[in-house]
DNA sequence: TTGAAAGCGATACCAG
DNA sequence: CTGGTATCGCTTTCAA
């Protein structure tokens, strides 16, 4: 049991052949010329030991780890992201790369960059609020090819993956103000994780309504029954909402039902992401989907280039989804 | 840019001194007797150069790497799980480990176990059913100090937590049964990744409702409305349903509203996470939540012994949560 | 108080 | 076709 882990070298003792021989074989290197008989004699020694490569040694010989880091505080939750990070693994294990989630305690800027190049990583994946400029330096430093941020707007110092908030804002308010709706309200999350994106998405809405000449309230909402009741007075003067999703909007519809608001007849509501609940309320509710399928090949691509190539490229962007209505009966 | 990332002998050079100094210094080895000055020298030779240690190599020269793996596919979805995950990095990264989450490709058994002994972890956590005896084996070999299996079962093969969902059912049938009904039934999910567990929760019902003699009927159902509609009949056969979790409550609560059955008039209901939806839904949803607050600090507890003692331990599981009623009206 | 040097495991160059 | 061996970056023992 405690024995050390076997090395090549053991592989190679036991096959009768040198270490180097071991490293072709095991590799398939296609310049290596090794018999088939050498070559069966040291596939068995390996299986026979259990043999196991050891990563750091070759990431340490050859220079590239074939990990690619991409924060864990900055994905998600829900299925749709889940998934997509399980297409995005597949892309990249078929590619010969690794990906790994990294929760990096927390950190962000320098440190987090730090914690992450000790690793020499060959790319890196992380929330555009944790990358700023040194940050990156220090991970450029470190070798890694790809540095690249995930969030709602471009990163002016390294590449990007942007998600269009403000075009689902736009989309909703567009489709809440096609129906007749004269004054529209939009939900900004007060929870400290989804405000940010709430604000990006109320930009979007703002936009159209005003190009629309339709006036449109901020609503800050907390999820709680009690903080939407507080806000009853907003509900009551609109009537349209986007609800920022459709957790919201459950909430919303919720208190609007106990407080006798009629949805849609007093107000036409909008909510985001398609969950399954989306169908199950009644009304059925109105909601913008986001098709991600066409993310993961795409970024998988980007983040080859970026890592084949020698320069660090421009700070560049793609936009890797696609908000669409799904129209019910709540609007 | 194409500078190759400064070493240890680079800093040594810039601050004069050697790459055994550095290393104390850099460590701060408590037996080293370094001179403030040289120590300060370091330090910011250090930082000039942007430095930041190998990861690899480091492992590669001490044997030990502080990796913890833990599978992806493993965890589930959802603020629950997610949230468990950052308490164990931060109790794990508290203690000097790095916890990282490795899709591996969906492989399982051998093939699974190889990925991730390539990268020396010192323990790796991972689904029971990925866990086989050699998969096992193998990790030993290469020196995983602590194997731990998640799952609904222990292993017979390994350390494992194992989360009770028997605990579950049988909490809500009992509670069922106090409140009344003589008949009950017991959701399981069609869907592949969920009905294992909900099995589990299954037989836990089951359990209680033979003890107290009352008939318990095991429902089959796919996420959708057509799917719980298909099962109207047994729905009014019964007078009390345990539905797995919240979300197929939901998901019957708004069949059974169609249907004109009434909860919990006609048919008393509980889920199971208390979800945020569980108090939007009328009538207010009776749940199970379950508490996993020591979930954390207790495996990183158990995984420390694990990877401090030097021979595996014998396959003990713990059982890191505790299922709490949450009564509401829908019972 | 500091330095020289061995060695961890794998790769790849250069000989034979 | 195959083998020796230098090398990657770091830690740590032993000497100075």
Redesign the pocket.
């Known amino acids: 049991m405690n024995a050390?882990?076997?090395?090549?070298?053991?592989?190679?003792r036991l096959a009768?052949?040198?270490?180097?021989?071991?490293?072709?074989v095991?590799?398939d290197?296609p310049?290596?010329?090794?018999?088939d008989?050498?070559?069966e004699r040291v596939r068995e020694a390996a299986e026979r030991l259990g043999?196991?490569?050891?990563?750091?040694?070759?990431t340490?010989?050859?220079?590239r780890s074939g990990l690619i880091l991409i924060s864990m505080d900055d994905v998600p939750y829900g299925p749709l992201a889940i998934g997509m990070l399980e297409e995005l693994d597949r892309e990249l294990s078929r590619r010969g790369y690794t990906l790994v989630q990294y929760g990096a305690r927390r950190l962000r800027g320098v440190p987090a960059a730090r914690a992450w190049a000790e690793l020499r990583p060959v790319a890196v994946l992380a929330g555009a609020g944790k990358l700023d400029e040194q940050a990156v330096a220090v991970l450029r430093s470190a070798g890694v090819k790809a540095v690249v941020a995930l969030g709602a707007h471009s990163s002016a110092v390294t590449a990007s993956v942007v998600v269009d908030h403000a075009g689902i804002g736009a989309l909703a308010a567009g489709h809440l103000i096609d129906r007749g709706c004269r004054t529209i309200a939009a939900v900004v999350p007060a929870e400290p994780g989804l405000r940010e994106m709430g604000e990006h998405r109320l930009s979007g809405a703002r936009r159209v309504a005003e190009a629309r000449g339709v006036p449109l309230t901020r609503a800050d909402l907390p999820f709680s029954e009690e903080g939407a009741a507080a806000l009853l007075d907003v509900w009551r003067r609109v009537d349209g909402v986007f609800a920022y999703n459709d957790d919201y909007a459950m909430l919303l519809m919720t208190v609007l039902r106990d407080a006798g608001v009629a949805v849609p007849g007093d107000v036409r509501m909008v909510g985001c992401d398609d969950l399954p609940l989306a169908t199950l309320l009644r009304p059925r509710l109105t909601t913008v989907r986001i098709d991600v399928s066409a993310m993961p090949s795409l970024l998988a691509r980007r983040l080859e280039e970026l890592m084949e190539q020698e320069a660090p490229a421009e700070p560049d962007h793609i936009h890797p989804w696609n908000p669409v209505l799904v129209v019910r009966e709540s609007s």
């Open positions: 050390k882990p076997p090395t090549s070298l053991d592989v190679a009768g052949v040198s270490q180097a021989t071991v490293s072709y095991l590799n290197r310049g290596a010329r090794v018999s008989e050498t070559r043999y196991v490569p050891h990563a750091g040694a070759r340490l010989r050859t220079g």
